[in-house]
């Protein structure tokens, strides 16, 4: 069973710019959610993705934005890159279903300068 | 608005002692409530999940309690090893959505 990867591991940005994080799913598993992990601090929802379409959105602005493959594999981008932004970012797999326990890629390490 | 606490924010024990975490929530109306570890600079792990309906789940050294109606859990690590430092979080899935609600994380450090 193929766990949940996600690439690149690190990335270093500058402040305006664009980036495209990506993450495999759990074999098997059809929903997808990413959470962005500042320093010291709990990850918070950004969203989810079932089938292909957008299944709820966490508190963060129009520039993050998503995409979920036929394949389940999934992709967060963000425009107008920010010094906050700088964080680690998680995606995360399941089954449908709220009792379904999510499993979590390593994420990815970006640093806005 | 749901908002998960946990306390303490760090600890440090000497090799073999019992420890608990604790996680506290303000709205209980919850699907379940999910323990993770979390290793530097990586991912997070899946302890063990209560679903609303359970009081405790366990899995080797390691209890979770749920109590929804005070809204709190404890996570019980019997005879640490210095293995088991790592950031612990708990967090809720809230009837209102699917999105998991974390606290910010105890710190543990168990010393040989």
């Known amino acids: 069973e193929t766990g949940v990867t996600q690439s690149p591991t690190h990335l270093i940005k500058t402040r305006g710019q664009q980036v495209t994080l990506r993450c495999s799913s759990q074999s098997g598993h059809n929903t997808v959610s990413w959470y962005q992990q500042a320093l010291g601090q709990g990850p918070q929802f950004i969203f989810q993705?079932?089938?292909?379409?957008?299944?709820g959105r966490g508190n963060f602005p129009p520039r993050f934005s998503g995409l979920q493959f036929p394949n389940y594999s999934s992709e967060l981008n963000v425009n107008a890159l920010e010094l906050d932004d700088s964080a680690l970012y998680l995606c995360a797999s399941s089954h449908p279903g709220h009792n379904s326990p999510l499993h979590f890629g390593n994420g990815t390490r970006l640093t806005v300068t | 608005k749901q908002e998960v606490t946990q306390i303490p924010a760090a600890l440090s024990v000497p090799e073999g002692e019992n420890l608990v975490l604790n996680c506290s929530f303000t709205?209980?109306?919850?699907?379940?409530l999910q323990w993770f570890r979390q290793d530097p600079g990586k991912g997070l792990t899946s302890l063990l999940l209560?679903?609303?309906?359970?009081r405790e789940q366990t899995s080797g050294r390691l209890n979770a309690s749920l109590d929804k109606s005070s809204g709190r859990s404890t996570l019980y690590i019997a005879a640490s090893q210095p293995g088991d430092s790592a950031t612990y979080l708990c967090a809720v899935i809230s009837n209102q959505g699917g999105k998991l609600i974390f606290g910010q994380g105890t710190e543990l450090s168990v010393k040989p």
């Open positions: 709205d209980s109306a919850i699907y379940n």
């Open positions: 993705y079932y089938r292909e379409e957008e299944n």
């Open positions: 209560i679903q609303s309906s359970q």
